[in-house]
């Protein structure tokens, strides 16, 4: 799209040729005022855009309950899309596929270590530097961040809190992983050191309080990008004291694939004891009602931000979008607690949007990638999306038709890196090394061999799962690697995965998938949203 700039009551320069060209001018100058309604809605300048990103929140297990302001705020007054999925179900390899718009077999982060490139030098001299921010910069958009970023982001050997990332303008980055208090920030590259104070350390307030400066701030000739990325509902837990008595009789669901045995799976969905000891449940039950509690704050956020834009009158050109990085799963398939599988709990993400050109109360049905979030803030923006180099796809013809044409995709891809540890885990020694994220009671979560790919599809004809291990399972088929194993779900009939059906499939869909499979694990840029493929 071109980046069109047109004011209101903008005149264009007399032409010769007459009423024909008169005509022409007219047309376009029409034209261009309705593509300017993307960038420009009520207002004379672009729209504005506020990325809100939770950590771990799922979909699937009820992760939305606790969000009533965010879904009147923003799903009631915009779009919720249904089927919306991480690439990848862990917190660094999808961050890094939110910021560049990029599969993670094109972005190289794996995981959440440096050697597996999370907010490496390699990731800051490449990915990192092409991310949508810096666009959005050149376009003299004011931008602010504030929250976690990448997990290994401060670290001595990351470049310390020194390092801020090119395109912010305002930069408060948590140093590691998820914290509410005893944290380091990055304040614009310095070190600023919090304790336990809940009114002055508290680290979703503190993010809302930064940005609501930011907005006090910031230049009203300029258009602003806020990305708001708050610890919940991520471990330690640790909800705001008005909320820790919250949700006291609320437990995990026991429905769908709780407390079941991972028959016909990989070998590591068949290691956790079934059923289950009451030592896990209760485990379990407890980190799923203080995730819960944590996610009250958030839903606060999203109130006090909505009712600040409405305050300085950019709520009509402000574009809100609501997310996660990856879902959640709190005993599924006997697993206790954790991300990084394969199935739906894991992979469906919230998404919710309201914006200019957004009607009320849309329940969409398309499916949505996180890598297509960067796209469509581009596009929202004004930038040409053929110049940028994104895997993903602007889903603002979804939501907003009347300013985009576009279509829905039919399949994609997710995968994953397992991660283990070269000696056992003193924990479960049983299972020896190439383990990790292991339990007292000897579950572990992952492994080096819980290395997957799967292509999903998702269409009016099929709605599928085709997964391949990086492992040497027993399992092949004859048009696959030596070392295979294959998991393949039939989503209509059975859509929380309890049985494994790829000896049951018609070979010729299982070879179909497996292409589809290979065609996108190898993709770049354009060839990722090339479906002409059966």
Same mark, same amino acid.
């Given at each position: 799209?071109?980046?069109?700039?047109?004011?209101?009551?903008?005149?264009? =320069?007399?032409?010769?040729?007459?009423?024909?060209?008169?005509?022409?001018?007219?047309?376009?100058?029409?034209?261009? +005022?309705?593509?300017?309604?993307?960038?420009?809605?009520?207002?004379?300048?672009?729209?504005?855009?506020?990325?809100?990103?939770?950590?771990?929140?799922?979909?699937?297990?009820?992760?939305?309950?606790?969000?009533?302001? %965010?879904?009147?705020?923003?799903?009631?007054?915009?779009?919720?899309?249904?089927?919306?999925?991480?690439?990848?179900?862990?917190?660094?390899?999808?961050?890094?596929?939110?910021?560049?718009?990029?599969?993670?077999?094109?972005?190289?982060?794996?995981?959440?270590?440096?050697?597996?490139?999370?907010?490496?030098?390699?990731?800051?001299?490449?990915?990192?530097?092409? %991310?949508?921010?810096?666009?959005?910069?050149?376009?003299?958009?004011?931008?602010?961040?504030?929250?976690?970023?990448?997990?290994?982001?401060?670290?001595?050997?990351?470049?310390?809190?020194?390092?801020?990332?090119?395109?912010?303008?305002?930069?408060?980055?948590?140093?590691?992983?998820?914290?509410?208090?005893?944290?380091?920030?990055?304040?614009?590259?310095?070190?600023?050191?919090?304790?336990? /104070?809940?009114?002055? *350390?508290?680290?979703?307030?503190?993010?809302?309080?930064? =940005?609501?400066?930011?907005? *006090?701030?910031?230049?009203?000739?300029?258009?602003?990008?806020?990305?708001?990325?708050?610890?919940?509902?991520?471990?330690?837990?640790?909800? %705001?004291?008005?909320?820790?008595?919250?949700? !006291?009789?609320?437990?995990?669901?026991? *429905?769908?694939?709780?407390?079941?045995?991972?028959?016909?799976?990989?070998? +590591?969905?068949?290691?956790?004891?079934?059923?289950?000891?009451?030592?896990? @449940?209760?485990?379990?039950?407890?980190? #799923?009602?203080?995730?819960?509690?944590?996610?009250?704050?958030?839903?606060?956020?999203?109130?006090?931000?909505?009712?600040?834009?409405?305050?300085?009158?950019?709520?009509?050109?402000?574009?809100?979008?609501?997310?996660?990085?990856?879902?959640?799963?709190?005993?599924?398939?006997?697993?206790?607690?954790?991300?990084?599988?394969?199935?739906?709990?894991?992979?469906?993400?919230?998404?919710?949007?309201?914006?200019?050109? @957004?009607?009320? !109360?849309?329940?969409?049905?398309?499916?949505?990638?996180?890598?297509?979030?960067?796209?469509?803030?581009?596009? @929202?923006?004004?930038?040409?999306?053929?110049?940028?180099?994104?895997?993903?796809? /602007?889903?603002?013809?979804?939501?907003?038709? /009347?300013?985009?044409?576009?279509?829905?995709?039919?399949?994609?891809?997710?995968?994953?890196?397992?991660?283990?540890?070269?000696?056992?885990?003193?924990?479960?020694?049983?299972?020896?090394?190439?383990?990790?994220?292991?339990?007292?009671?000897?579950?572990?979560?992952?492994?080096?061999?819980?290395?997957?790919?799967?292509?999903?599809?998702?269409? =009016?004809?099929?709605?599928?799962?085709?997964?391949?291990?990086?492992?040497?399972?027993?399992?092949?088929?004859?048009?696959?690697?030596?070392?295979?194993?294959?998991?393949?779900?039939?989503?209509?009939?059975?859509?929380?995965?309890?049985?494994?059906?790829?000896?049951?499939?018609?070979? /010729?869909? +299982?070879?179909?998938?497996?292409?589809?499979? @290979?065609?996108?694990?190898?993709?770049? =840029?354009?060839?990722?949203?090339? #479906?002409?493929?059966?």
């Amino acid at each position: 799209m071109a980046d069109l700039r047109i004011r209101a009551g903008a005149t264009r =320069s007399p032409q010769r040729g007459g009423g024909h060209s008169a005509a022409l001018s007219l047309v376009t100058l029409l034209s261009a +005022l309705l593509t300017c309604g993307v960038r420009c809605a009520e207002s004379d300048k672009p729209s504005n855009i506020i990325l809100v990103l939770v950590d771990d929140q799922d979909v699937q297990i009820g992760g939305m309950t606790p969000m009533k302001k %965010a879904k009147a705020y923003i799903g009631d007054e915009g779009a919720t899309f249904v089927n919306s999925f991480t690439v990848t179900p862990l917190c660094c390899p999808s961050r890094s596929s939110i910021l560049t718009g990029r599969y993670p077999h094109n972005h190289e982060v794996r995981n959440n270590s440096l050697n597996g490139n999370c907010s490496s030098l390699q990731w800051q001299k490449g990915p990192e530097a092409e %991310a949508f921010p810096t666009y959005l910069n050149k376009l003299k958009y004011q931008t602010f961040f504030s929250g976690k970023y990448l997990n290994q982001y401060g670290s001595k050997a990351a470049g310390s809190v020194g390092h801020i990332p090119p395109g912010w303008d305002q930069w408060h980055a948590l140093v590691g992983n998820s914290q509410y208090y005893n944290y380091t920030l990055s304040a614009n590259g310095k070190e600023e050191k919090h304790g336990d /104070s809940y009114e002055d *350390d508290y680290l979703t307030d503190l993010i809302l309080n930064r =940005s609501l400066h930011f907005l *006090d701030d910031r230049s009203p000739q300029h258009p602003f990008f806020l990305m708001l990325s708050p610890p919940a509902c991520h471990s330690p837990w640790t909800a %705001a004291p008005q909320y820790q008595k919250e949700f !006291k009789d609320v437990q995990a669901p026991r *429905d769908g694939s709780f407390n079941k045995p991972g028959k016909d799976k990989h070998w +590591l969905l068949r290691q956790p004891p079934n059923p289950m000891p009451n030592s896990s @449940i209760t485990f379990l039950d407890n980190a #799923y009602r203080k995730r819960w509690q944590t996610l009250l704050s958030v839903d606060d956020m999203v109130e006090k931000l909505v009712k600040k834009l409405d305050s300085i009158k950019e709520l009509n050109n402000t574009y809100i979008f609501y997310t996660s990085d990856n879902g959640y799963h709190t005993g599924q398939f006997s697993l206790p607690i954790d991300k990084r599988q394969l199935y739906e709990f894991d992979i469906r993400i919230p998404l919710m949007v309201r914006g200019p050109g @957004i009607k009320a !109360k849309q329940v969409l049905q398309a499916p949505v990638l996180n890598i297509d979030l960067a796209p469509t803030i581009l596009d @929202i923006a004004g930038v040409n999306l053929s110049s940028v180099n994104v895997d993903g796809q /602007s889903f603002l013809a979804q939501m907003a038709p /009347s300013l985009r044409n576009g279509t829905a995709r039919p399949y994609f891809l997710v995968e994953y890196t397992g991660e283990g540890q070269p000696t056992s885990d003193p924990t479960c020694p049983k299972l020896g090394p190439g383990v990790s994220q292991c339990f007292p009671d000897c579950v572990c979560e992952d492994a080096y061999n819980n290395t997957y790919a799967c292509v999903r599809t998702l269409d =009016s004809k099929m709605n599928m799962q085709y997964c391949e291990f990086a492992d040497s399972e027993c399992f092949v088929l004859f048009f696959l690697p030596p070392k295979s194993y294959v998991e393949v779900y039939n989503l209509t009939s059975d859509p929380h995965q309890l049985e494994n059906i790829v000896k049951k499939v018609d070979p /010729s869909i +299982l070879q179909i998938m497996n292409q589809r499979l @290979i065609k996108l694990q190898s993709c770049v =840029s354009d060839s990722c949203r090339d #479906y002409k493929q059966k």
